[in-house]
Structure formats: structure tokens, C-alpha cells
């Protein structure tokens, strides 16, 4: 495959993702990099899961063979996205509605927004919402707050008193890319699923991407995730994130499935947004510092890379479950790297080093 990364980078990925499989940092990884013409390098290493024979989860040292049955982890492999939601599904669709003269990003939402008037997220702005500014609770705790009813989730999620004042503080909370899914919503009368399929993943050409659960055949090409004591197994084409699941799979915070190379074609159209879902004013205003002095510094959802500068353009966008992707519109270059760390660990130490050092790998300082 012709790539623009040279042999000796290659092989420094290539090494560093195998050294992640040989420390229980994750069983396997697929990693994919390219520019506006597609993938130009990529490969995948480990296993979906490790040996059956292996300690579960939450095991450590040194990894052992796979055993012969182990599935090997392969480019068309699906990954729990977990928060990649945020930038595959909510933030595009919330960028064909800007574009369609639907939404505006400074205008309060009670000015508009019934089930939010008058309450304390009508003063909150879109804009707040996506760079993390709203003043939210940082946590989710949805179903310790409001219950298992999805209407009473959103009831509760949509009054909820804020922490602080809007724009005071960039503080990152899963319930800013919910609070905005429920938005989109309410100004197409759809489903947050059906909008990105529509909107976004179908135009993309992005075939293999959806929110959970997958059905039995496809979450056999899944990368499990953490071990769940209430089914007795990891995890494997259902969602990890709990508040999705309390939701019935599908919202804001999480959910989607996808592959290394669906997530090419998506990050493609950041480089070059000429064709639908969204155009070159969406791209620019999102790749770039919307929160003045405040730090850390964000875009609209995406955030400059650790370790970067605001000059070498690199933005970022991570998922608990052990993924990640970048793009930068100055260099012409986008990667993504997918993990499945949560099978053996919530530490996210591990992963962090290895997404930093991939990250310098495809990006190198200059």
C-alpha cells in the first residue's frame, strides 16, 4: 500500500501496537491513516479477545498465545465507539442544521426550544454545548437521578440545574453531546439514529457504521469490551457505556459501531468537504479555538491534541473504550487508531501512552 508515512514510521507503529498487545494494554487494534484521497497506510494487530484459557478481565502480565480458535482482529473488525458518537453522529447532524439555516449556535435554547424554557439550560447556548462550556453536571448518573424511563431521563436531563454559569469554565461532560442530540430531535421530529444514517453515514458511504445493538452476526466481528457480571460475559456488539444502554442503545453520549476504514471516509470529508453531509464553513468553524482563554482549549467537540500547539493543527477526538481520531487540516492528514482496552481495564493510563506515541508516530512534531 502506498503511504506517505515511510518505512521507518511504519514500523515504529507497527511495534508500538504490537508491544500493546504483548502488555495486556488491550487484546487487539486496527489503525488506519490517510488524507482527502483515502486510506494510505494501516494495518491491525492481537486478537478480539485473548486465549479462553487467560484470567478475565481485569488480568495482568505478561500475554500468553492465542489460542488456536482466538479470532484475529482484522481491518473490517467493529469497534464500541463509545464517545467517537460525539463527533461521528451528533456533531455532524448538528452541522447540516446550522448549515440549513435550522439552528444558530449563539441563540439561547429557551428562545426556541419549549421543554427547555424557562428552565436553567434556556439560557445555555449550542455554541456552550459544543465546546463544553454550558456549566453541566460532569457526570451523567442518570438512572440514580430520573429513573429507568427513557421519557423521564430526558425530563430530568433537559430541567436539571446547571453547576456553574455558561461560558465560565470548559469542563467536559457527557451530557452537553446529549443535552444536543435531544436538540436535533426536536427540530426534525427524527431519531438521533435515523439523522446520522441519513444525514451523514449514508452519503458517506460509510456502510458499516451504526448505533447497537448489532445483531448476532456482526457482533461476532466485534471487539469485545468489559466484562458485565450481570450477563456472566464481555460485552461484545452491545454497547459499554451504561447511560446508552439505559437509553435503549441509541443517544448523544454513545453507541456506535464502526470500522477503521468507515471512520477514513468520514474523516476524509474534514479535508475536503466539498460533497454533502456538511461543507468547508462547518469543518473550519469546528477545527479551530472557540473557547478564547479559557483552557483547555476546544473546537466544536474536537480538541487540540495532547502534547500539541495550536500552530501544528492536530485535532482530536477520544472514546473510553480504548479509541481515537485525529485530523488536521493544515498537514492534509487524518488517522484512527481502535482498541479494545476495556476488556481488561478501565486505567486509562495504558492506552493514553499508546494513543500519545501513535499520534507523534503519524503527526511528528514540526
Known amino acids: 500500500m502506498n503511504t506517505t508515512l515511510g518505512p521507518g514510521r511504519l514500523a515504529r507503529i507497527e511495534r508500538l501496537l504490537q508491544d500493546g498487545v504483548r502488555d495486556r494494554v488491550y487484546p487487539g487494534a486496527v489503525w488506519a491513516a490517510g488524507d482527502a484521497s483515502g486510506i494510505t497506510a494501516g494495518g491491525a494487530v492481537g486478537h478480539l479477545a485473548p486465549p479462553s484459557a487467560s484470567p478475565p478481565a481485569r488480568a495482568s502480565g505478561p500475554a500468553s498465545a492465542p489460542a488456536p480458535d482466538a479470532q484475529p482482529t482484522t481491518p473490517a473488525t467493529l469497534f464500541d465507539l463509545a464517545s467517537l458518537t460525539k463527533v461521528i453522529a451528533v456533531w455532524p447532524v448538528v452541522g447540516t442544521l446550522v448549515e440549513a439555516g435550522k439552528l444558530r449556535l449563539d441563540v439561547p435554547l429557551g428562545s426556541f426550544w419549549p421543554e427547555v424554557a424557562g428552565r436553567p439550560l434556556g439560557d445555555v447556548t449550542a455554541l456552550h454545548l459544543l465546546t463544553h462550556t454550558a456549566g453541566l453536571p460532569l457526570r451523567a448518573n442518570l438512572r440514580a437521578l430520573y429513573g429507568t424511563d427513557p421519557q423521564d431521563v430526558r425530563d430530568g436531563v433537559l430541567r436539571e440545574v446547571l453547576r456553574r454559569r455558561a461560558g465560565e469554565a470548559v469542563e467536559y461532560t457527557d451530557r452537553a453531546a446529549l443535552v444536543l442530540g435531544y436538540l436535533a430531535e426536536f427540530l426534525t421530529g427524527r431519531p438521533l439514529a435515523e439523522l446520522a ?3 451523514v453515514w449514508g452519503p458517506l458511504g460509510m456502510t458499516r457504521t451504526r448505533y447497537g445493538p448489532l445483531p448476532a452476526g456482526l457482533a461476532a466481528r466485534c471487539a469485545p469490551t468489559e466484562y458485565d457480571e450481570e450477563t ?8 459499554h457505556d451504561f447511560s446508552t444502554r439505559l437509553l435503549g442503545g441509541a443517544c448523544g453520549i454513545a453507541g456506535t459501531f464502526s470500522t477503521a476504514g468507515d471512520l477514513g471516509r ?6 475536503d468537504p466539498v460533497r454533502p453531509p456538511f461543507g468547508p464553513e462547518w469543518a473550519a468553524a469546528s477545527l479551530r479555538v472557540r473557547t478564547g482563554g479559557l483552557t483547555p482549549a476546544r473546537g466544536l467537540f474536537w480538541h487540540l491534541a495532547p502534547g500539541t500547539a495550536v500552530r501544528e493543527d492536530v485535532w482530536v477526538h477520544y472514546g473510553f473504550t480504548g479509541t481515537g481520531m485525529w485530523v488536521s487540516p493544515g498537514r492534509g492528514r487524518w488517522a484512527v487508531l481502535l482498541t479494545n482496552k476495556l476488556y481488561f481495564t478501565r486505567d486509562t493510563g495504558p492506552v493514553t501512552a499508546v494513543r500519545d506515541a501513535f499520534r507523534q508516530a503519524v503527526f511528528p512534531a514540526g
Do not use: K
Request: charged share 20%.
Open 266 to 271: 468520514f474523516l476524509r470529508q474534514l479535508l
Open 197 to 199: 444514517e441519513v444525514r
Open 232 to 239: 456472566g460475559a464481555h460485552l461484545q456488539g452491545t454497547v
